[in-house]
């Protein structure tokens, strides 16, 4: 596919820069064609900032554009940026856009047709919608991290997600992309959706990661050798998982877990993490799963209970939003995803 018949051209996105799957979204976008404008903050986050700046893969053909949007003049001119878009991406926590004065009805007063994209982990609504959480927590909560450990072990990742549902992502986004295409060129086209290709593209924030030697390089990962991000076994055999990869989330942790002795400052000390680690997974066995989840459960230490699927079928949160509704015959069925309401 060239640049001339690329099936997204003309397509124009404004994107609040986030982190993981908001980018990763408007990367896949602009990778089709679209014209998308990146709304970035003067300071980056804690995660982009692991990845470093150079060379930044979710900013790929993408314009960028400087906001503080804690200025009314900044926030004008990103009104002004929606004014002409066909389509948003926001990855904030729910409420954030509207206090910036960015919500979907601020928006809709300058854009009726804008499309409002919003990317959550746990949603816009439902008891965990305002608090911090990481993609481990997610896969914990769907009930699917608990069919993936072995004997004796703490679980890893999902069977069939990774791959074949982003291979069916990735064919369904294929088939909306040419559709787009064709109405505008009047021609139809092959869409080759291999699952290789979908999950090597998703990886996008990986090798960024990998390239900053922040993965899989020469120095320990915060992902897989650091306190901050694991699954930890409980007194009563179940797990749960941590995800606080953010100072102000690896600082709230510390002190729910009273290790008032742990200076938070030193969290990205690697030649502590050994040690350390060790005294998460002790104080993690000295109380059951569900008392750990009453401690820390709907708090910013980004934290999820690996649930099986029928505990996470009747979590009140995934109740609340009705993720797995019931077929007939009472099995557990899954909801579509994303959900679309009127701007």
Not at 10 to 22: A, M, R, S
Not at 177 to 194: I, K, L, N
Not at 221 to 240: I, M
Request: hydrophobic fraction near 45%; include cysteine.
């Amino acid at each position: 596919m060239n640049a001339v018949n690329l099936p997204l051209t003309g397509l124009k996105v404004v994107e609040f820069e986030g982190i993981g799957p908001g980018p990763v979204a408007g990367r896949i976008l602009a990778s089709f064609g679209a014209d998308v404008t990146v709304v970035a903050r003067p300071i980056a986050g804690a995660v982009q900032r692991m990845g470093g700046d150079a060379e930044n893969p979710l900013r790929a053909n993408k314009k960028v554009v400087v906001l503080d949007l804690k200025k009314p003049e900044a926030v004008a001119a990103a009104l002004d940026l929606v004014a002409t878009a066909d389509a948003l991406i926001e990855g904030n926590r729910p409420g954030v856009m509207e206090r910036l004065g960015l919500g979907p009805d601020a928006c809709k007063v300058r854009n009726p047709k804008l499309v409002y994209g919003r990317m959550t982990g746990w949603g816009q609504t439902g008891p965990l919608a305002p608090v911090a959480g990481h993609d481990l927590n997610y896969v914990a909560m769907s009930g699917l991290l608990s069919l993936v450990a072995r004997p004796g072990q703490p679980p890893i990742v999902p069977p069939t997600v990774v791959g074949d549902s982003a291979g069916a992502l990735g064919l369904a986004f294929g088939i909306v992309s040419g559709v787009f295409a064709a109405r505008t060129t009047g021609r139809g086209c092959v869409v080759d959706a291999a699952i290789l290709d979908m999950v090597a593209m998703l990886g996008t924030l990986v090798h960024w990661l990998h390239g900053n030697n922040q993965i899989g390089g020469t120095q320990p990962s915060a992902f897989h050798d650091s306190p901050q991000y694991d699954t930890y076994e409980c007194s009563d055999g179940k797990f749960v998982t941590i995800g606080a990869l953010e100072p102000q989330f690896y600082s709230l942790l510390l002190d729910k877990l009273e290790m008032k002795d742990v200076d938070p400052a030193e969290q990205l000390s690697r030649d502590k993490w050994p040690a350390l680690k060790a005294r998460f997974a002790a104080k993690f066995r000295t109380r059951t799963r569900d008392a750990w989840s009453e401690l820390l459960e709907g708090t910013d230490v980004c934290f999820a209970p690996v649930l099986s699927i029928e505990e996470a079928a009747a979590h009140p949160h995934n109740v609340s939003r009705n993720l797995f509704p019931r077929t007939a015959s009472g099995r557990v069925d899954t909801q579509a995803a994303p959900r679309f309401s009127a701007l």
